[in-house]
């Protein structure tokens, strides 16, 4: 093992190490107590392999996890990026949903806990919005991004953002997960700061716990007056159809007040890299990392991507699973 490097292969490895951890011993735990199996998942299983790694590899872990600070302005706009960016998210998971029911395949609830009272709601909350938030962006924004980032450069996102879908291990939310990707993984790739992940992760995760919890409270409200909202009752294809037109349209919008904001961070950084480098054209930044540093390219080899390839292929065997059961 090489110090001071962490290759593209090593990083393909170690995500399907990770992935078959997580349909294995993840699973397991989780099928026993989905409270701490999440955690045992994120804190275990997720993150801890890439600290012993980046530490093996005897390499600065605030350099290459970009543990830099970020702006109050910049959370904030964060923030609300992230809240726009959902209708974006739903719009393209409620996509999927409704392409699956019209070849007539069964859509089921997503294997997610829902809080019933406020202690719930917390502990929820720091599982799912949390923890999530932090261990999963540094597995994926700190270690996959920072690797193929180097080495391709913007298409590093893409790539990041594609396996972050696939490790989810479901087809129903496969999109939505890829959207966020794209959209964390620029935001941290302008600010070259991983917290811009971990924040916009745990709003967006957070609002969907707090949203299903506000949800599941009303539920309970109206169901005291009768037996008037079915349970797990999921929709047809018409009104999913119905459903992705209103969101498409929610999502237009949003989604363009979304990239006008995160213009308004990539000027701001732009503009203090000519401040603190002295940097006197734009191009600059265009082509090198936003910390100034060339990207380093390399030729594409097929066997760096075989780890990958089994991820994908366990992928369509769980897939297959799912709306075979």
């Given at each position: 093992?090489?110090?001071?490097?962490?290759?593209?292969?090593?990083?393909?490895?170690?995500?399907?190490?990770?992935?078959?951890?997580?349909?294995?011993?993840?699973?397991?735990?989780?099928?026993?107590?989905?409270?701490?199996?999440?955690?045992?998942?994120?804190?275990?299983?997720?993150?801890?392999?890439?600290?012993?790694?980046?530490?093996?590899?005897?390499?600065?872990?605030?350099?290459?996890?970009?543990?830099?600070?970020?702006?109050?302005?910049?959370?904030?706009?964060?923030?609300?990026?992230?809240?726009?960016?959902?209708?974006?998210?739903?719009?393209f998971n409620m996509s999927m949903l409704t392409a699956l029911s019209y070849f007539g395949l069964e859509i089921r609830p997503l294997p997610i806990p829902k809080a019933s009272n406020l202690l719930e709601?917390?502990?929820?909350?720091?599982?799912?919005?949390?923890?999530?938030?932090?261990?999963?962006?540094?597995?994926?924004?700190?270690?996959?991004?920072?690797?193929?980032?180097?080495?391709?450069?913007?298409?590093?996102?893409?790539?990041?953002?594609?396996l972050f879908g696939v490790f989810h291990f479901n087809l129903q939310n496969l999109l939505a997960p890829i959207v966020l990707g794209l959209v964390f993984g620029y935001l941290v790739y302008i600010t070259?700061?991983?917290?811009?992940?971990?924040?916009?992760?745990?709003?967006?995760?957070?609002?969907?716990?707090?949203?299903?919890?506000?949800?599941?409270?009303?539920?309970?409200?109206?169901?005291?007056?009768?037996?008037?909202?079915?349970?797990?009752?999921?929709?047809?294809?018409?009104?999913?159809?119905?459903?992705?037109?209103?969101?498409?349209?929610?999502?237009?919008?949003?989604?363009?007040?979304?990239?006008?904001?995160?213009?308004?961070?990539?000027?701001?950084?732009?503009?203090?890299?000519?401040?603190?480098?002295?940097?006197?054209?734009?191009?600059?930044?265009?082509?090198?990392?936003?910390?100034?540093?060339?990207?380093?390219?390399?030729?594409?080899?097929?066997?760096?991507?075989?780890?990958?390839?089994?991820?994908?292929?366990?992928?369509?065997?769980?897939?297959?699973?799912?709306?075979?059961?």
């Amino acid at each position: 093992m090489k110090k001071g490097n962490i290759s593209i292969l090593e990083t393909n490895i170690m995500y399907l190490a990770t992935a078959l951890l997580l349909v294995t011993i993840g699973a397991y735990v989780q099928s026993i107590n989905i409270k701490m199996g999440l955690i045992v998942t994120e804190y275990i299983l997720v993150l801890m392999p890439v600290i012993i790694l980046i530490k093996l590899k005897n390499i600065n872990i605030k350099t290459f996890l970009r543990l830099n600070k970020l702006k109050l302005k910049h959370i904030l706009i964060i923030v609300i990026i992230t809240l726009l960016i959902y209708p974006v998210a739903v719009f393209f998971n409620m996509s999927m949903l409704t392409a699956l029911s019209y070849f007539g395949l069964e859509i089921r609830p997503l294997p997610i806990p829902k809080a019933s009272n406020l202690l719930e709601y917390i502990n929820l909350f720091f599982i799912i919005a949390i923890s999530a938030g932090i261990c999963e962006e540094v597995f994926f924004r700190g270690l996959l991004l920072r690797v193929y980032g180097e080495k391709y450069k913007v298409a590093g996102i893409v790539i990041t953002a594609i396996l972050f879908g696939v490790f989810h291990f479901n087809l129903q939310n496969l999109l939505a997960p890829i959207v966020l990707g794209l959209v964390f993984g620029y935001l941290v790739y302008i600010t070259d700061s991983i917290y811009a992940g971990i924040v916009g992760h745990i709003v967006n995760n957070g609002f969907a716990v707090t949203l299903t919890y506000l949800l599941n409270v009303l539920q309970k409200k109206i169901s005291k007056y009768g037996d008037m909202v079915p349970q797990n009752i999921m929709p047809n294809t018409l009104q999913l159809f119905i459903g992705v037109i209103i969101m498409g349209v929610l999502a237009v919008i949003t989604g363009m007040i979304a990239y006008w904001l995160i213009r308004i961070i990539k000027d701001d950084m732009i503009k203090s890299s000519y401040r603190n480098k002295g940097m006197e054209d734009e191009t600059v930044i265009e082509k090198n990392n936003i910390d100034g540093n060339p990207i380093k390219k390399g030729k594409y080899r097929f066997v760096e991507f075989i780890p990958i390839a089994v991820v994908i292929a366990i992928y369509v065997i769980i897939s297959i699973l799912q709306f075979s059961i």
